[in-house]
């Protein structure tokens, strides 16, 4: 989510046809062989062989996928709009996953050994519907004759790979009639066409997309979708290069491949499924509830302000109401006259003008107790660190010396360069060093609230409803009573609200300015973080689950503002916190999962056929045939671009992308 200080460029993306690893996954063997030759005491040559044949495996995905591997399904799963002419694909996360396998195909260019096919309903229905799709055990697909064990089904033609144990899991397999799978089954000379590599840039996504060098390999089908519900199954082609080259032996009437992935969605030109759309339809507002028209002023003011009403019971007294909200106002929140808690009633507030009681503040600072009880990593590392009774202010106060007293280890911790040997005093970090560390860094993440369990961010669902944008103020004053919680574990602050000294908030802004800093952190910081305006945004949408590396561009005031956090919180929730005060929020459909779609009919370029199959192979010599590619040329020194390759297929077929801009309306 960097900072821009100008509106986002366009989506970019670079093509390769594959990527091809050293080793395939399979058995391998390695030979070694010396001969020396000698004369031996008497003058005659004589020689000495020596020879090693060692066998080895490389481990590989073979009958299983995992869905970690998966980052995107296009058409999304359960997705419903209008596909016509948009070609179905799965983007994968590794990149040489597709060509990890090699396929015995003669003459052919390395070709991937998965293939994505497309079935519709009706189809799908006459091979079974569900009953065609089983689960077997791995072993049950490696069988002499290549027989099922009812006779009735043709087996891939697969080697064992005994060390490549898949233990007691259980391979999905489907079988097909014969001239269904030959249908779908892409062609020798089309399957290294239907695979390729995509190069995007990583800075804008959510940290869990975060992987490799953003190279993303994507399988498509060879099909467009039929209206009604679609069916896309992943299968291994390992074993089947005679389905590929058409050259099936006689035998069985249905094929049983392997399913690595599968998913259903239904093309319906009635409606809209698109990035676009959804993005132009998302309810943009601040983290706050809509009161209704006539809704007395003492409940709409809280409303307003982002609280959320609740019941609530206190001692001996019957139920009330009572208000609370989480870390995220709609507006600025001003500083509380007092930064530090005895206990969690200590940040109970209670309305002068109604008695209405807040539990934004108590409930925080339990919260921070709860959190840090249940870190045995902080638990430990404030035994070890505090060793007798002292308050959170005190805590923060000794952390704070502790930085000051050990900045050049530290800073040698967190990867600043070996300082000179006269700057260098020499001493070896006291025991409680790395105790304090970590405590320094969970309390980072705790001030980022990483771990904070969602009702307590988002108390009601009005606040954030399906397909919404809410902006939202980050306020210190809850911050900082879940701080209070978290380090009230080694004693009481009550004894220490008369010692004078730097304020929780000072100490506290102190110690994560050095943390932010990290290698380049200063002995005196100016201790203001908490003070300094810091915003940020939540989207709960389709987009986010659908659309998995989401990127978002934000552009803060001042410039030099920098972002804090971007992370999915759930399947369709985005969080992202920055400094500064958002002025401009763009999202951006991910390079890596941009839409594949055919051209609209041209002429002297092959059309898909009645049942929605096409050539890639035939299209791009058509297309290439009339200057069509959409292939950079290559530079001067390189080779020229091939029409005919896997890039020049899917440059042809990418849609452009969409970016959509949100702008901050801020009321002063």
Request: hydrophobic share 45%; charged share 20%; glycine share 8%.
């Amino acid at each position: 989510m960097p900072n821009a200080g100008a509106p986002p460029d366009a989506l970019k993306v670079e093509l390769y046809d594959a990527y091809h690893p050293a080793l395939t996954a399979g058995s391998h063997r390695v030979l070694v062989q010396q001969s020396l030759a000698y004369p031996d005491p008497g003058g005659t040559a004589k020689a000495h062989h020596y020879y090693r044949d060692d066998a080895f495996l490389v481990r590989g995905p073979r009958f299983f996928l995992d869905e970690n591997d998966i980052q995107a399904r296009y058409p999304s799963v359960g997705g419903m709009g209008d596909f016509g002419r948009h070609v179905p694909n799965i983007v994968l996360r590794k990149r040489a996953l597709p060509w990890e396998r090699q396929l015995a195909l003669g003459g052919a260019a390395r070709a991937p050994w998965m293939a994505l096919l497309l079935l519709t309903e009706a189809e799908f229905q006459a091979q079974g519907g569900e009953a065609a799709v089983q689960l077997v055990a791995p072993e049950a697909l490696i069988a002499a004759g290549r027989r099922s064990a009812d006779g009735k089904v043709l087996l891939p033609k697969l080697d064992a790979e005994p060390d490549n144990d898949a233990g007691t899991q259980r391979a999905s397999v489907i079988d097909l009639e014969r001239d269904l799978a030959r249908a779908l089954c892409p062609s020798a000379a089309d399957l290294p066409l239907l695979a390729h590599v995509r190069q995007v840039g990583m800075s804008d996504k959510p940290r869990e997309a975060m992987h490799g060098a953003g190279e993303f390999p994507v399988v498509c089908a060879r099909r467009i979708p039929a209206p009604g519900a679609n069916l896309a199954f992943l299968v291994s082609l390992e074993g089947w290069e005679e389905l590929v080259e058409g050259t099936l032996p006689e035998g069985p009437a249905r094929l049983r491949l392997v399913v690595l992935a599968r998913w259903r969605f239904t093309h319906d030109p009635g409606f809209s499924h698109s990035f676009s759309g959804l993005a132009r339809r998302l309810g943009t507002d601040t983290l706050r509830t809509q009161s209704p028209p006539g809704t007395p002023e003492a409940l709409a003011r809280p409303l307003a302000a982002g609280h959320t009403p609740l019941p609530c019971r206190r001692g001996e007294g019957g139920a009330r109401l009572a208000w609370y909200r989480g870390p995220f106002a709609p507006a600025p929140v001003a500083p509380l006259p007092v930064d530090e808690f005895a206990h969690a009633d200590a940040a109970l507030i209670v309305s002068p003008e109604d008695g209405a009681l807040t539990l934004s503040y108590a409930a925080a600072w339990q919260l921070g107790r709860l959190m840090a009880l249940a870190s045995p990593g902080f638990l430990a590392a404030t035994r070890a660190f505090i060793t007798e009774d002292a308050g959170p202010r005190e805590v923060a106060f000794r952390l704070d010396i502790f930085m000051r007293n050990h900045l050049l280890a530290i800073r040698r911790e967190w990867g600043a360069p070996a300082p000179s040997p006269a700057a260098d005093t020499g001493a070896e970090p006291p025991d409680s060093f790395h105790a304090a560390l970590k405590m320094i860094g969970w309390l980072k993440g705790l001030m980022l609230l990483e771990g904070v369990p969602f009702p307590y961010l988002v108390a009601g669902e009005a606040l954030l409803p399906v397909s919404s944008l809410r902006f939202f103020h980050l306020d210190a004053n809850w911050l900082l009573a879940l701080a209070n919680g978290a380090l009230s574990l080694s004693g009481s602050a009550a004894r220490e609200a008369t010692r004078a000294g730097p304020s929780m908030r000072r100490l506290l802004s102190q110690l994560m300015e050095r943390c932010a800093a990290g290698a380049a952190a200063e002995l005196d910081p100016k201790g203001e973080l908490l003070d300094r305006p810091r915003t940020g945004f939540l989207l709960r949408s389709t987009l986010v689950s659908d659309w998995p590396g989401l990127e978002t561009v934000v552009t803060s005031t001042p410039e030099s503002a920098r972002p804090l956090r971007l992370e999915r919180l759930a399947p369709d929730v985005l969080l992202g916190i920055t400094e500064g005060q958002i002025a401009r929020l763009t999202l951006k459909e991910p390079p890596e999962g941009l839409a594949f779609r055919l051209p609209e009919p041209r002429a002297n370029v092959p059309e898909p056929d009645a049942r929605g199959l096409f050539g890639p192979l035939e299209r791009l010599r058509a297309e290439s045939a009339l200057g069509l590619t959409r292939l950079q040329p290559a530079a001067a020194s390189g080779s020229p671009p091939d029409p005919l390759s896997a890039a020049a297929f899917a440059a042809g077929a990418l849609s452009s992308g969409s970016i959509q801009n949100f702008v901050w309306e801020i009321t002063r």
